[in-house]
């Protein structure tokens, strides 16, 4: 849990001004994290799914992206609950 929490606050650090990501649940080996903010959606949206990813590798975590399982946006700010699988290294 706090090697994820670290991942989550370095993530935060880098991607602060477009979109933040906070743990919601944490059942087994499932993690579902909210991402909310403006972000970019011509850089790649789901890029930031992906970078919290490589970040945690940064911490001996391996995360695969499953899936986004809520998405809401309004006209400048959206807000996505995704899921990973917490894999073993």
Not at 50 to 67: C, I, R, S
């Amino acid at each position: 849990m706090e090697k994820l929490e670290n991942a989550i606050r370095e993530f935060n650090r880098y991607h602060g001004s477009e979109a933040q990501a906070k743990i919601v649940k944490i059942e087994g080996d499932v993690v579902i994290v909210e991402f909310s903010g403006t972000f970019c959606k011509t850089c790649g949206f789901y890029d930031y799914f992906d970078d919290l990813k490589w970040g945690a590798m940064n911490f001996g975590l391996n995360l695969k992206f499953l899936e986004v399982l809520e998405g809401k946006e309004d006209f400048e700010k959206g807000r996505y609950l995704v899921k990973y699988k917490l894999k073993k290294s």
